[in-house]
């Protein structure tokens, strides 16, 4: 029975009490009175009295029975989680500030929704966009959330949400499988696949209750470029040390070497000009191996421009022999011309220092698509010479580490520097039966 049945129900009780004391007034003081009118009219009249006063009970308790129903009705919304309705502001002054105070508290949980919500969206599209992997999940080792980043190192890029860790990491390297099954966290290393550069990683744990249930939280950050490059600034200031100490005594040579010429210039010995330009040829040779070094010490960061492919190829075949595979992307690239030029220079010298025959080095570009995120160009230089052993792949890119008499171990590494300062990367691979192929990728 609502509130609205029970005013009409009361009003019409008390309007009857009282005409039943007022009849029984009447009859005590005028008993002739039921003879005159008789029991039919007295009943019209107690009957009509209840009809007009349940009436009017109901004709002004309809404003307060449709602002009791709005603020149902609201209630029922914010129930739902459902802030967006307003209730009409009616009635007397109580039921319009119980109104007003309703509309004002629904604009209020709007507003903290609202900002809720963008800050929801705001966290999500950081993790989505998170580069490091993150793996939320229960006990059961079910998996409740995955950013972007983990749906593509375990499934290839398909929603795992409800998959079970286990039979995510069934196809997983050994290494990663074992970090994973142990409670600690640390870094751990997983081997490169078909010579490519091995993967240091970070993972960190951690543990929560969450709606009454234990979660478990996984984080895997790739930390192999962030090591490449503390381990590459580190050897650059020991060259630039290293640099600056042989050019104060190099310098001092030269000048000893020149004022001994005009000094000794009447003196006819042979030795005499022997051991001058032995000492001469010496400081040069190592006034050139100076400045390769401090070359890679002191690299600048890349000036990116257009460059088109066919002119940079004919620019190429000025200075060794190579065949392009398929064809050329029309659209041109996005690098800096001299250092790229200079990374494609060092690897086909490279190629035609394996033993390869010209004709069997080959260059191709291609654009590719790494993930949906990741658009790129992808050049590689091969050739059909001796290769590298698996011990040297796993060294080739350190610097100072050269296989040849006479090599700086600088060229490969300087290729690597140019490429992560492009935002890309660099990788070594044997071909089948013989040869080796250097891949680059540069982002677009």
């Known amino acids: 029975m609502t509130l609205r049945v029970k005013l009409v129900l009361a009003a019409m009780f008390a309007s009857s009490s009282g005409l039943l004391l ?70 007397d002054k109580q039921l319009q500030a119980l109104a007003d105070l309703f509309n004002e508290s629904a604009g209020i949980l709007r507003k903290e929704r609202q900002y809720i919500y963008q ?36 499934n290839q890029g398909s929603r795992i949400e409800g998959c079970l860790l286990p039979e995510l990491l069934a196809t ?8 994973l099954n142990n409670p600690k966290g640390g870094l751990f290393t997983t081997a490169g696949v078909d010579g490519a550069e091995d993967e240091t990683w970070h993972l960190s744990r951690g543990r929560f209750m969450l709606n009454g249930q234990y979660h478990h939280l996984l984080l895997l950050k790739q930390m192999t470029r962030e090591l490449n490059r503390q381990e590459v600034a580190v050897w650059k200031k020991v060259i630039r040390i290293i640099s600056h100490e042989l050019n104060n005594s190099v310098a001092p040579i030269a000048s000893m070497v020149k004022s001994g010429r005009k000094i000794t210039a009447s003196i006819d010995d042979p030795k005499l000009a022997l051991i001058f330009d032995t000492i001469e040829d010496r400081t040069q040779h190592l006034s050139q191996f100076i400045f390769n070094y401090a070359r890679f010490a002191k690299l600048p960061l890349p000036k990116k421009t257009a460059v088109d492919w066919q002119k940079l190829t004919e620019q190429l075949r000025q200075h060794y022999q190579f065949t392009i595979e398929d064809s050329l992307p029309r659209e041109p690239g996005y690098f800096d011309l001299v250092q790229m030029e200079q990374v494609l220079l060092n690897l086909l010298k490279n190629a035609h220092e394996s ?3 010209p004709s069997e080095i080959s260059l191709s570009v291609q654009v590719t698509q790494l993930d949906e995120q990741q658009r790129g160009v992808m050049i590689v230089v091969a050739d059909a010479g001796s290769g590298m052993s698996s011990d040297v792949l796993a060294q080739a890119l350190l610097p100072f580490y050269s296989t040849k008499q006479t090599g700086t171990g600088l060229g490969l590494p300087l290729c690597r520097e140019i490429l992560e300062a492009h935002d890309g990367h660099i990788s070594l691979h044997n071909r089948q039966p013989q040869g080796l192929e250097v891949r680059l990728w540069l982002p677009e």
């Open 355 to 357: 033993g390869s025959q």
């Open 172 to 179: 997983q390297p050994e290494a990663l499988v074992t970090a």
């Open 22 to 91: 007022l009849l029984l007034f009447i009859v005590i003081e005028v008993p002739d009175l039921i003879d005159l009118m008789g029991y039919t009219a007295l009943g019209l009249i107690v009957a009509s009295c209840l009809l007009l006063s349940g009436a009017l009970a109901a004709f002004f308790t309809r404003t307060l029975d449709n602002s009791l129903t709005a603020l149902e009705v609201g209630l029922l919304n914010f129930k739902d989680n459902d802030f967006s309705v307003n209730i009409p502001v009616t009635g």
């Open 119 to 154: 800050r929801e969206l705001l966290l999500d599209k950081v993790i989505q966009s998170s580069p490091n992997i993150m793996l939320l999940f229960d006990d059961q080792q079910r998996i409740i959330y995955a950013n972007d980043a983990a749906r593509h190192a375990f």
